[in-house]
C-alpha cells in the first residue's frame, strides 16, 4: 500500500510561482510512474503532468498543453517525492492538485493510477 502526501499549495497572485511536493511511503517509488492531476470545483479531475520510468536512469516527463513551459515535474527516488514547480501561475491554474502513483508504466487514463493522495490547494488571484 502506498501512501501519498501533498504540500507546498497557497495562495499567490498571477504570475507568480508554487511548488509542491508529494512525498510517498510505502511500495518501491522508484517504479512508479506519477502523476498531478487538478480538480476545480464543478469540474472534473484532469491531468497535468505525468513523470514515467524509461530504463536505466532515465525518467521522461510530459504535460498537458494548458501547463507546457510553465509548470516542470521532477522526483527524487532517495527522498520518494515528486514535485511539480508551477511558474507563471494564471487564475485558471486555481485548483485542488492532487499526485498519484501507477504501477503501470505508461498510465494513460485516470483510472490507471492506483493511488492518491487528498490534494493541496492552490488558488491563484488576479
Known amino acids: 500500500q502506498v501512501q501519498l502526501v501533498e504540500s507546498g499549495g497557497g495562495l499567490v497572485q498571477a504570475g507568480g510561482s508554487l511548488r509542491l511536493s508529494c512525498a510517498a511511503s510505502?511500495?518501491?517509488?522508484?517504479?512508479?510512474?506519477m502523476g498531478w492531476f487538478r480538480q476545480a470545483p464543478g469540474k472534473e479531475r484532469e491531468f497535468v503532468a505525468r513523470?514515467?520510468?524509461?530504463?536505466?536512469?532515465?525518467?521522461?516527463?510530459d504535460y498537458a498543453d494548458s501547463v507546457k513551459g510553465r509548470f516542470t515535474i521532477s522526483r527524487d527516488n532517495a527522498k520518494s517525492t515528486v514535485y511539480l514547480q508551477m511558474n507563471s501561475l494564471k487564475p485558471e491554474d486555481t485548483a485542488n492538485y492532487l499526485c498519484?502513483?501507477?504501477?503501470?508504466?505508461?498510465?494513460?487514463?485516470?483510472?490507471?493510477?492506483?493511488?492518491w493522495g487528498q490534494g493541496t490547494q492552490v488558488t491563484v488571484s488576479s
Open positions: 498519484a502513483a501507477s504501477t503501470r508504466n505508461r498510465p494513460e487514463a485516470i483510472y490507471e493510477y492506483n493511488y
Open positions: 510505502g511500495g518501491t517509488f522508484s517504479r512508479y510512474a
Open positions: 513523470i514515467r520510468w524509461i530504463g536505466g536512469s532515465t525518467y521522461y516527463a
